[in-house]
């Protein structure tokens, strides 16, 4: 029976954890999952004009990072209004009051800024002003420039370390597992289903936790070689090189995405680390709404057969192989032992084909709640 490798192809889908939920993005259209206490799972899907689409700005690299951020923030802000609303309309139903929208256009983008303002704070000036405490008794720049980038890094993990203990906020790590499960499955070449979703890995390099820990990293950098003695104006300069340092982040993970260059591997394997702190394990129903999420704006099947020539039938089971492919290019669905435990890829792994996957679905109940 031949062996070979598997291989990993880009989808181009995203997404992100909501309140008791999932919101995947696919080009212009996002879907948001969100599943009620009756066990119903609701899906709004809408259509959204990227910012300043068709600027020419959004085609210059290191530009257009800091707008794509801002676009991402807008649409996970909806994405979370709507979780939100759902749920509070399902509790106004059972106290037999009229729902209530509880976030509107307004108050989103109140709630945003307030959001960026207290990242700038925690990320940029803190860390900043603590290390200015040195300053009198350390008269090295650079040791102090090295104190600063110390004690960002501290404040990053503190910061995660301190989310994570949250009730609430552990059920949408788990809901983040779940989204970051999905679209590994998908892009592995595995059928979309509960079972293959179950055995993908929860870590993604896509992943805004490894944006977040890149961005830390990427200022640091820049914040070193940029040294300022009065400290209002490094505190200034600092927010300013904000849009480079964002632009900067953009681009290499971007290409962490797409590339299977071992630099990339490297510099973004501690984002992979750090989602052992914002991703959890999630149970079936939860896989079931990322599912719902996927479907509503990725017709997968379609993927499959482009990416790696499966023949799917209408139930969503692989029957065989496209004649043009090779057999060779069709894997079985094995279980990314390696890369959950380490956060490494598996695509080192021989893999045995049989040329056609067994399709099991089963159902785990998972007694957390």
């Known amino acids: 029976m031949p062996t070979g490798k598997r291989k990993k192809v880009y989808s181009g889908i995203g997404g992100q954890a909501v309140i008791e939920g999932v919101m995947m993005r696919n080009?212009?259209?996002?879907?948001?999952?969100?599943?009620?206490?009756?066990?119903?799972?609701?899906?709004?899907?809408?259509?959204?004009?990227?910012?300043?689409?068709?600027?020419?700005?959004?085609?210059?690299?290191?530009?257009?990072?800091m707008f794509v951020f801002i676009d991402s923030l807008m649409v996970g802000s909806r994405a979370l209004s709507f979780s939100a609303d759902a749920l509070d309309e399902e509790d106004a139903k059972n106290k037999n009051a009229s729902g209530k929208s509880s976030m509107d256009g307004v108050s989103n983008t109140v709630i945003m800024v307030i959001a960026v303002a207290l990242a700038i704070g925690l990320f940029i000036i803190l860390p900043a002003y603590l290390a200015s405490l040195f300053e009198k008794n350390i008269r090295n720049d650079s040791l102090v420039s090295v104190i600063e980038g110390g004690v960002r890094i501290v404040v990053f993990i503190l910061y995660m370390l301190v989310i994570g203990l949250l009730k609430d906020m552990r059920r949408v790590y788990r809901y983040h597992g779940a989204e970051h499960k999905c679209i590994n499955c998908i892009e592995r070449g595995r059928t979309l289903n509960v079972e293959n979703v179950r055995k993908s890995s929860r870590f993604h390099r896509r992943c805004g936790t490894s944006f977040m820990y890149i961005s830390v990293f990427i200022s640091i950098l820049i914040f070193f070689f940029i040294r300022i003695d009065y400290l209002p104006y490094r505190l200034l300069i600092r927010i300013l090189l904000i849009p480079?340092?964002?632009?900067?982040?953009?681009e290499i993970l971007a290409l962490a995405g797409r590339s299977e260059n071992i630099f990339v591997y490297?510099?973004?394997?501690?984002?992979?680390?750090?989602?052992?702190?914002?991703?959890?394990?999630?149970?079936?129903?939860?896989?079931?709404?990322?599912?719902?999420?996927?479907?509503?704006?990725?017709?997968?099947?379609?993927?499959?057969?482009?990416?790696?020539?499966?023949?799917?039938?209408?139930?969503?089971?692989?029957?065989?192989?496209?004649?043009?492919?090779?057999?060779?290019?069709?894997?079985?669905?094995?279980?990314?032992?390696?890369?959950?435990?380490?956060?490494?890829?598996?695509?080192?792994?021989?893999?045995?084909?049989?040329?056609?996957?067994?399709?099991?679905?089963?159902?785990?109940?998972?007694?957390?709640?």
């Open 244 to 250: 480079v340092v964002l632009g900067i982040s953009y």
């Open 27 to 65: 080009g212009e259209r996002y879907a948001v999952s969100v599943r009620h206490p009756d066990g119903k799972i609701e899906t709004d899907t809408q259509t959204h004009r990227k910012f300043l689409e068709g600027s020419f700005i959004l085609k210059v690299p290191f530009l257009r990072g």
């Open 266 to 369: 490297i510099l973004t394997a501690p984002g992979i680390w750090f989602q052992h702190l914002t991703t959890r394990e999630p149970d079936d129903e939860m896989i079931e709404v990322a599912i719902t999420s996927v479907e509503a704006v990725f017709d997968w099947k379609k993927y499959l057969a482009d990416n790696f020539g499966y023949d799917i039938n209408e139930a969503g089971e692989i029957v065989g192989v496209i004649p043009e492919w090779e057999v060779e290019e069709f894997p079985t669905d094995g279980y990314d032992g390696e890369y959950e435990e380490a956060g490494y890829d598996d695509d080192a792994e021989d893999v045995d084909y049989t040329g056609v996957i067994d399709e099991r679905v089963s159902q785990d109940t998972d007694t957390e709640k």
